[in-house]
């Protein structure tokens, strides 16, 4: 996208229905982007998603959802971090003017059989297709079996199995990759003993990818997260990410390596300030060249009534790409 003038401006509604054995949640989101330098366009994308859970008893949940989504822009998605946070994530930014539509569906279930120990399978498919590229369309089904247990009050350990498959068809062959993984992990809850209220999780899993029933290529990854507050409304996050995943618009496994680092607080009464710093990496499996990207945000809230703020907000974005 060349340089030039832009303005933008987007509309969200959500429902939600919270009770004791049914949760429901909807959303549809219409956002509009326009383009001032010669020649002019706008860019138009919207997205609307459904998510329920049903708990027919007390130790046992089924679990559902669906989302489509349609962007005029090409994303790195899997720059994102994966972090439930309440802290704002950093904005996406195009890369290329590419329109494309997303579709993703998952459901699950959750059975708590003891007070301590639980066992959940999952399942999700994924599709992106581009408007003007179909030879890049992407498509991919995964399954999860993961077993929990609670062993003290601040401790907990997971042992999981997990499997999905990339589907790409050209106009030569068939390809179809596989990734399996075994996830085993530690997690830890408790506030360290050199800063008070402060916590930390951490875990790993080995990935193990094959093509067309090939040799498996091992890659051992994981994560670990910080999270501290500190001067009474101040809350720091960060976050690292090693994994391997399939991605729209990669015809191959990207390994991808992520750090993530976010800092919320009340300047004064009504003021409140964001501040988002992110960067990763990642190469695909049949490409040893790398893809590089970081990005920075920070944001000034003022509140002028109880329902009502106004924001300035700066955000730089940087894109290295073979």
Do not use: C
């Not at 992990?185 to 899993?205: H, I, N, Q, W």
Request: glycine fraction near 8%.
């Amino acid at each position: 996208i060349p340089e030039g003038l832009s303005g933008g401006a987007d509309a969200q509604v959500t429902a939600e229905h919270i009770g004791r054995q049914l949760q429901v949640a909807g959303h549809g989101r219409y956002s509009y982007q326009e383009y001032r330098q010669e020649p002019a366009f706008g860019a138009p994308a919207f997205d609307t998603g459904v998510r329920m859970e049903v708990r027919p008893r007390t130790r046992l949940a089924f679990y559902g959802g669906a989302n489509f989504a349609r962007s005029p822009f090409y994303q790195l998605m899997w720059l994102q971090p994966d972090l439930t946070s309440p802290l704002p994530p950093v904005d996406q930014s195009a890369i290329l003017m590419l329109q494309n539509d997303s579709v993703e569906a998952s459901g699950g279930v959750i059975s708590r059989y003891s007070s301590r120990s639980s066992i959940e399978l999952s399942a999700v498919m994924k599709e992106t297709d581009f408007e003007s590229t179909p030879q890049h369309d992407f498509s991919s089904v995964g399954a999860t079996i993961m077993w929990r247990r609670q062993m003290t009050r601040n401790v907990s350990v997971h042992g999981g199995y997990s499997r999905e498959q990339l589907r790409q068809t050209l106009a030569v062959n068939d390809t179809r990759f596989t990734n399996e993984r075994i996830d085993v992990g530690v997690e830890y809850g408790k506030s360290l003993t050199f800063a008070r209220r402060t916590s930390f999780g951490f875990g790993t899993d080995t990935s193990m990818v094959r093509e067309n029933q090939g040799p498996y290529r091992f890659r051992l990854n994981g994560n670990v997260t910080l999270d501290h507050r500190f001067a009474r409304t101040w809350v720091m996050q960060a976050a690292a990410r090693r994994g391997t995943d399939f991605l729209p618009g990669f015809r191959a496994p990207v390994y991808t390596d992520h750090a993530h680092i976010a800092v919320a607080a009340y300047l004064a009464k009504r003021l409140l300030l964001n501040l988002n710093a992110d960067g990763g990496q990642g190469a695909a499996l049949s490409d040893p060249r790398k893809f590089i990207s970081y990005a920075s945000n920070a944001k000034l809230t003022f509140a002028m009534t109880r329902h009502l703020g106004m924001f300035t907000q700066y955000v730089y974005n940087h894109y290295q790409m073979p």
